[in-house]
Each structure stands twice: as structure tokens, then as C-alpha cells.
């Protein structure tokens, strides 16, 4: 079904709504607010379902009050009821609906078929007959988009992919545009470009195009209210799952009132769809963005709105000149991050349940509709938890109907016993009963009687154990999952009863335990999903680490301890996350250390200085200060752990990037993992500058 200019023009309207409104009712400091591609499936199925835009946007204003009093009541607690690999499978098949329905038209093809199992068939035979002229726009966008993250360059990755997409698909597509006027013919015959139908077009009237009424006259009717469920889970789920993706990156480590977001999002989202515009969410790539350019208040929300307004009405005849093969580039991407092959292997990691999960998730959601397709998954986890639970049907129902937690005061902690099933089903029941928990006390949760525990459980859990740490002063411990079996490392996976399959090792990983037998090193090459130690560096402030494997301990001659490790960590979060392997040496002191950056001084990091001034000035005589960057803090300190030898010595070994943060040292060369002669080449390094250091402070060092 083919869009009117008014459809076309909401996206705006969001962005505009996310931005002058949402920014004075929301809790997020630093989150960017705004429509989400995730959104353009259920749009596209709203429209055919309902038969008009307008009663499209009244379903998008019902579905925003829902959300608002979602948020009243505080009732953001009850996403914890979804699964998270159904969470994962819906966002999954959104993107590959995305996929199926967007890459036509990225390619010069107008096609819409019946369902969105069909629209994804049909690729094939629109690459057969692609317009080559779109479609080479098209693939450059989608190079661009895919070859940014891996840029070294830090002024190309400064500047968002998007932006650089812009600036190259629309001279290319004036190049061909010229070509064909010239009467050139490329690719073995003649292809036409129709800038009415290849370019952007906003209407000559830019309110009439932005003011579209809602029209309320399908409200009783089955189909409007199935729009409205749909549009508000994914709205709420996302906002949910952004806004917790958003706290782990803001460098300043504040928290997000979720039940304000989900009630300042709903407002937002009934303001926009009364004036024609889609809802609006929380979104992750232009919060990443804002994060990653310096963002720290509410404010950039408000400008980002802002400069939206003033581009469209002032900036609209260039807006024209953009094609729409870039446009359906981003969402194709955007589509392919949401249902990657990581996406998949990250689920495997963590069991092959929740793999199971995800799948059957999306392809209920591709079948069916979103709303049964959630449906669907949530059914299926209920059967995978019955079979691994190894209890009669009438007894395992029982556990999740009324399931066991019993609360007690023993000495000097809370001790919490839970038998039976603990899954996603009673969550919510063990978080009332934490309420009850008051600061600065312990509590141990007991699992040696459950039969069965689940991720959501544990990954609940976890999170809040460690809210409760940092928040209210406590502590908490998990006993009793020693004697449970799983089917992967990961601390969230299912423990229950069958035997956990230990994979073999790599050719890498037989190396490296080789090369550390040679020299009496201890090597585990296990993935460690306990990594809160490695937080403490700075370097990880706003780099969620995923996990850590291949860890390679040793001593050196002066008796001082040492790890390597490859760790995962991601630069950004949820789709807009780029991963990064690297591997990299970690010292631990036990006296003070200054805190420090050291990096190869490069041209892009000077410009960056005489617009912020971090650099630390050595002096225009020493030319250490030209050679390398150097921020911190503390200053005059830096400048004296920077003495002459030590000076001497980086300048001799001026390949690593160094981090000094809470007495812990960080080394490391390369965004990727490094071969064994690297390893043996970082270790010598590493001996050395402890000596120097040694040398220079008379303090021994070693691992905590």
C-alpha cells in the first residue's frame, strides 16, 4: 500500500514532538526522543488493516494514553513478565519485516506483497530487475553503513555513517542523472531516473502536509484495537529496553525512572498522533550518537527537536535532493542489526533454549502478527521450562501459580528460599517481596530447592542485587546453584538437570595453551561472565563489556602478577552496538597511581584539544607532549609520573594505548584480538613498565 505525503511527513513530526515536548516530562538525562524504524512494519500492516492514515493515527493516539497510564500506575515492572528472548525474537522479526519490505524500493522496484512472508521471497526477483542506477546507490549506502564502524580514522568516525551516506548518495545520484541526460547508456541499455519518484518530495504546503487529524471512526472494531496492542508493545518494550541500554553508556552513571519515561513517552506520543505524526519512543542510534558527542542533559533532546524544526522549514528544498535508496538503506540496515547473525549466536551462548526461543518466536511473528507471535514464544519458553523442569504438568503449573519464596531474618541477613519453578511467570512476585528489604542490610537468595531457574529470574536477580549495592548501601549473595546444571557458561542461563556440553578448543585457544605451558603461565579459556572487576576502568565507562575469555595469568621475574584477556565489549548499545574483540593487559597497584589516558598523538586528537583543551601541556620544548595525548585531571601528578625515563622509554614503545584509573592499569594496542608473537611482544612491554615504574615509585604490585 503506497503512503500519502501526510504518512511520509510523521517520522518528522516525532522526531520534532520527541524533542520540544518530551524533553520537559521525561526522567532519561541524556536519551534522544523520537519514531523508531522498529515501528515501520506495524505502520505499513496498520495501514492495510485499517484502510486510511487517519485512522491509523487515532490508533497511535489510543495506544499513547494506554502507555501514559502504564506509567501512572507504575506498571513498568510488568515487561519483566515477557521473556527476554521473546523480547529479542519480536525485535528480530521486526527487522527482518523491515527487511523484506524496504529493500524493493532500495533497489528501483515497486512491489508490496501480501504478507511479509511473501515480501521477503520476492528479494530474488527484484535484484533480477533492479534499477542498477538505484540499486548502485543503494549498495554504496549499505557499504557505507556496514565499513563506518571499522573506520580507525577519527574524524570519519566522528561523523555519524549517516551523514557521510547523505554526502556521497546525492552527488552520485546527480552524476547519474547527468550521464543519462547525455545520453549514456551504462550496463548494456538505457535506465531512467524520475526524481518524483526517487528523490524525497515534502509537499509545497509544509503544515497542511504535518496537521493530519485522527479519525476515531474504526475505535469499535477488533482490527483498530489490534493496531493499538501492537503499536504500545513495542513502543513500551523498546522505550524499556533502550532507556536500561542508555544508563549502562551515560558516562555519569544515572538512572532512568522508568515509569516517568513510559508516562512522558505516552504524552508525547498522543500529542504527535493528534497533530499526524508516529509515536514516539526512546531511541538508541541517536542516543548512542548524542552520548558519543558529549551529550550530559535533557537539553540535547530539546535541540535535537529543534534543529529538526528549523532543517525542514528552512533546509526543505535540500532535503528533496536526498534519494530514497539512502533512506532504505538505513532502514535495511537497521533491519539486518536487529536480526544478525550475532543477535542469534548471542542467544546460543546463552543456551540453546533461548536460542529455540528467539526462533520460534520470529517465525510465529513473520506468520502470524506480532501480537500472537509473542503469544507464541511466551507459550513455547512455558513448554521448554516443563520438559527441562523434570516435574509432573499438575505440579509444575501448581509452582507457577503459587510459587515458593519464603522470606526469613537469620542472624545478621535476609535469607530468601525459593523451591520449585523460579521464572519470568513469578518475577513480579519476588519483587514485591523484595520491597520489604530495607537499606544498608544483606540478603542471601537460596536456589539449592529450585528445580528449575530461568534467565529472566537470574538476570532480575543480578540487576537488582547490584541496584541494591550501589542505590542502598546493601549486599546480596546467590547460593545453591552449584549443584544445578546448564547447557551454557553464561550465569543466566537455565540451571536445571542436563549434563552442560563443554565445547572444544579452538586452534587459537590450543596455541595459546601451548605457548603458556612453554612459559608456565596459567591459561582458562572458558568465557568469564563475571567481569564487574575489569569495570573499574574508565576506558569501560560507556563500553558495556559483554564477556571475557582466553585469560592468560603470569608472574613476572620481580614477582608481580599479570593478565591478558580477550575481552567483548560494545561502543554503543542495542542494534546501533558496534562490537569490538580486543585483547588486553590489565595491572593492579596498591598505592596511587595517577589517572591517566596516554594515545599516540594523531591530527584529529589535536583538533579535538584546541576546541576542548584536555591535552596535558608538557612544555613546546619537550617534545613528548607532541608526540603522544595525554588527559587527566590531576595534572602536575601526571606530569610527575611522566619523568625523563619514563618519557624515554614510551617514546621507544609508542605503539600501545595506556589507561590509568582507580591504581588499575589498562594496555592494549588494537581493537581485535592479538596473535601469540603480539601477546609475547605485550608482555615484554608490560615488564618493563613495571620496572620503570617500580624504579620510579619503590612500590611492589600486585593482582587484588
Avoid at 33 to 55: K, R
Avoid at 392 to 413: G, M, Q, T, V
Avoid at 463 to 485: N, P, T
Amino acid at each position: 500500500m503506497e503512503l500519502p505525503i501526510s504518512a511520509l511527513m510523521a517520522g518528522l513530526t516525532a522526531a520534532m514532538v520527541g524533542g520540544l515536548i518530551s524533553s520537559f516530562f521525561k526522567s532519561g538525562n541524556v536519551s534522544i526522543n523520537g519514531p523508531s524504524p522498529a515501528l515501520i512494519g506495524i505502520v505499513i500492516g496498520a495501514m492495510a488493516a485499517l484502510d486510511g492514515w487517519e485512522y491509523v493515527l487515532a490508533a497511535f493516539v489510543c495506544s499513547g494514553i494506554l502507555q501514559f497510564a502504564f506509567g501512572i500506575f507504575k506498571l513498568g515492572k510488568l515487561g519483566d513478565f515477557i521473556p527476554s528472548s521473546v523480547v529479542q525474537g519480536m525485535m528480530a522479526a521486526i527487522g527482518v519485516i523491515i527487511l523484506g519490505s524496504q529493500v524493493h524500493t532500495g533497489l528501483g522496484v515497486s512491489f508490496k506483497g501480501a504478507n511479509d512472508w511473501e515480501n521477503l521471497m520476492a528479494i530474488p526477483q527484484s535484484i533480477i530487475n533492479m534499477n542498477p542506477l538505484i540499486a548502485i546507490i543503494f549498495a554504496n549506502s549499505l557499504l557505507i553503513l556496514a565499513w563506518h564502524p571499522y573506520v580507525k580514522n577519527k574524524f570519519i568516525k566522528y561523523v555519524p555513517a549517516p551523514i557521510w551516506l547523505l554526502l556521497i548518495s546525492i552527488p552520485l545520484y546527480m552524476l547519474f542523472q547527468y550521464l543519462i541526460d547525455g545520453q549514456i547508456t551504462l550496463f548494456g541499455s538505457q535506465h531512467s531516473l524520475v526524481p518524483s519518484t526517487d528523490l524525497i518530495t515534502l509537499p509545497e504546503n509544509l503544515f497542511a502536509g504535518f496537521l493530519t487529524l485522527p479519525n476515531f471512526g474504526k475505535i469499535n472494531t477488533l482490527a483498530f484495537w489490534l493496531v493499538v496492542l501492537s503499536v504500545f508493545l513495542v513502543s513500551t518494550i523498546e522505550t524499556l529496553g533502550s532507556a536500561k541500554a542508555i544508563d549502562k553508556i551515560d558516562p555519569l552513571k544515572r538512572k532512568t525512572n522508568l515509569n516517568t519515561d513510559i508516562s512522558a513517552m505516552g504524552i508525547s506520543t498522543v500529542i504527535s498522533g493528534l497533530i499526524g505524526g508516529l509515536p514516539v519512543i526512546t531511541v538508541i542510534a541517536r542516543s548512542s550518537v548524542n552520548i558519543n558527542h558529549g551529550a550530559k542533559t535533557r537539553l540535547s533532546n530539546f535541540i535535537h527537536g529543534a534543529l529538526i524544526l528549523l532543517f525542514v522549514f528552512l533546509l526543505s528544498p535540500y532535503i528533496q535532493l536526498v534519494p530514497k535508496a539512502a533512506l532504505m538503506a538505513i532502514l535495511v540496515f537497521t533491519g539486518y542489526k536487529l536480526a544478525s547473525p550475532k543477535v542469534f549466536k548471542d542467544a546460543s551462548l546463552k543456551g540453546y533454549e533461548q536460542f529455540m526461543i528467539l526462533t520460534v518466536t520470529l517465525i510465529s511473528t513473520l506468520l502470524t502478527d506480532l501480537n500472537k507471535g509473542i503469544l507464541i514464544g511466551i507459550l513455547f519458553t512455558v513448554v521448554i521450562h516443563l520438559i527441562r523442569s523434570h516435574l509432573p504438568a499438575s505440579l509444575f503449573f501448581k509452582y507457577l501459580a503459587k510459587p515458593s519464596f519464603n522470606l526469613a531474618r537469620i542472624d545478621d541477613h535476609y535469607h530468601l528460599r525459593v523451591k520449585g519453578v523460579a521464572n519470568f511467570t513469578n518475577v513480579l512476585k519476588i519483587r514485591a517481596i523484595l520491597l520489604d528489604i530495607p537499606e544498608n542490610d544483606r540478603i542471601v537468595f537460596d536456589f539449592s530447592h529450585a528445580r528449575l531457574i530461568d534467565f529472566s529470574m537470574l538476570e532480575f536477580v543480578s540487576e537488582w542485587g547490584k541496584d541494591y549495592a550501589d542505590e542502598r548501601g546493601g549486599s546480596f549473595e546467590v547460593l545453591g546453584l552449584d549443584e544445578h546444571l546448564t547447557t551454557s557458561e553464561h550465569p543466566y542461563s537455565i540451571h536445571a538437570l542436563p549434563q552442560m556440553v563443554r565445547k572444544p578448543l579452538s586452534k587459537r585457544q590450543k596455541d595459546l595453551k601451548e605457548f603458556c605451558f612453554k612459559n608456565n603461565w596459567h591459561f582458562e579459556p572458558k568465557i568469564n561472565w563475571n567481569i564487574d572487576y575489569l569495570k573499574t576502568n574508565k576506558f569501560f565507562d560507556t563500553r558495556p563489556i559483554e564477556y571475557a575469555k582466553n585469560q592468560i595469568r603470569g608472574v613476572f621475574s620481580n614477582e608481580v602478577n599479570w593478565e591478558i584477556t580477550d575481552i567483548t565489549f560494545d561502543e554503543g548499545a542495542l542494534m546501533t552496538a558496534e562490537v569490538h574483540n580486543a585483547t588486553m593487559m590489565r595491572l593492579c597497584f596498591n598505592q596511587d597511581i595517577p589517572d591517566f589516558e596516554l594515545d599516540k598523538e594523531k591530527l584529529f586528537n589535536r583538533l579535538l584539544d584546541l576546541a576542548v583543551k584536555e591535552d596535558i601541556d608538557f612544555g613546546e620544548e619537550d617534545d613528548f607532549g607532541h608526540e603522544f595525548s595525554i588527559k587527566g585531571e590531576n595534572k602536575e601528578e601526571i606530569k610527575l609520573f611522566f619523568n625523563k625515563d619514563m618519557k624515554a622509554f614510551l617514546a621507544r614503545n609508542n605503539m600501545y594505548h595506556i589507561e590509568s584509573s582507580e591504581n588499575e592499569m589498562l594496555v592494549f594496542r588494537y581493537f581485535r584480538v592479538m596473535g601469540i608473537n603480539e601477546i609475547q611482544d605485550l608482555v615484554n612491554f608490560g615488564s618493563e613498565l613495571v620496572s620503570m615504574i617500580q624504579k620510579q615509585f619503590e612500590i611492589p604490585i600486585e593482582m587484588p
